[in-house]
């Protein structure tokens, strides 16, 4: 929730035209004078004792004091990241109206191949891709990335509600998937995940755990090959 507010704006409002008052006058006479109203934007969460949003509030629900004095408050604006936008018609408006950037949640899933065991990154793969698949709400942006001391930070895929490349990237965590090796660790971007985002199947999943089990078992290894040649130099 996002609170707009209007403070001391009568004194500054006297002070710009004052101001302008003192300044010297055209040689044609014309006074010139100005007035500056400042808005201020508090963002405002507010739950029950529950930890619950509650809904339906208006300007009139808040009060807002600056120095102990009350300020006018000139309005609120809404934001509920659990609300679907719904498409609106193309011939109306063709862009449905969606929270601001900074109102969205970011979510950044990081894979760490070098201080995980085996079985911690499969487990954490097999979460992230249940939260990309149905844990993500319709506004949310979620990245995925992997880190290694070997081959260091790499963004997978950066912030979006796109959940094909999300679910391609944590599937395959950059490495080249079963039946489809290549050089391009970008590959994945170009591939179609289960359709709606549903379980693949038994033997198509194992064939996938196989090959991520092997890749990551070689990022590990060379980057305990690094490690050592680190400690021995």
Request: hydrophobic share 45%.
């Amino acid at each position: 929730m996002r609170l707009a507010i209007s403070l001391t704006v009568a004194s500054i409002v006297v002070i710009a035209a004052a101001h302008a008052a003192q300044a010297p006058q055209k040689s044609s006479g014309a006074v010139t004078e100005t007035a500056r109203v400042v808005v201020i934007e508090i963002p405002v969460h507010v739950v029950d004792k529950n930890g619950q949003p509650v809904r339906g509030l208006s300007a009139a629900d808040f009060e807002l004091t600056d120095d102990g004095k009350k300020a006018e408050i000139s309005g609120v604006e809404v934001i509920d990241l659990n609300r679907v936008v719904a498409a609106a018609p193309a011939a109306k408006d063709p862009f449905p109206e969606a929270p601001p950037p900074a109102a969205r949640r970011h979510w950044l899933l990081v894979f760490d191949f070098s201080y995980s065991s085996m079985n911690g990154l499969l487990r954490a793969r097999e979460g992230a891709r249940g939260f990309v698949r149905t844990g993500m709400k319709e506004n949310d942006l979620a990245a995925v990335a992997t880190f290694s001391v070997d081959t260091g930070w790499k963004l997978l895929v950066n912030f979006t509600r796109d959940r094909v490349q999300l679910d391609r990237a944590v599937e395959t965590l950059g490495f080249p998937s079963a039946g489809s090796r290549t050089t391009d660790p970008l590959a994945f971007a170009f591939f179609q995940p289960t359709a709606a985002g549903a379980p693949a199947s038994n033997a198509g999943q194992n064939e996938t755990d196989q090959v991520a089990r092997e890749n990551i078992q070689d990022a590990q290894r060379m980057a305990q090959s690094a490690s050592d040649d680190r400690a021995r130099g």
